[in-house]
């Protein structure tokens, strides 16, 4: 499967064209909204820092903005993150659903 690079990315947002974010990515942008920081949102993913900070990356090039901003040392996120976050959460809650044995 051919993952798409930035420019890739960017391309598709000009053509007005949608590219869906992979889970990945909205997962270490839930754990920076979390934790604030890169390093430990490695942690509670079990992933490297480096590839945190690629996700984060990626997400802002596919969404066109920043989703944080640097605030006395941490990373806070921005309103635009809090929104795609609070969206991105019902995904959670469904797999979540789907892990829980049926009653």
Known sequence: MHKLNSREIAAGMAEGTSVRPPLREIEALR????????????????????????????????LGQPLFM?????????????????????IFDLLDQLAAPHA
């Open 31 to 62: 754990a920076m909204v979390a934790t604030g920081k890169t390093t430990q949102a490695a942690r509670d993913l079990g992933i490297s820092q480096p590839s945190v900070s690629r996700a984060i990356a990626s997400l802002e090039a596919r």
């Open 70 to 90: 640097r605030r006395n040392g941490r990373l806070a996120p921005t309103a635009e993150a809090l929104a795609f976050e609070a969206r991105a959460a019902v």
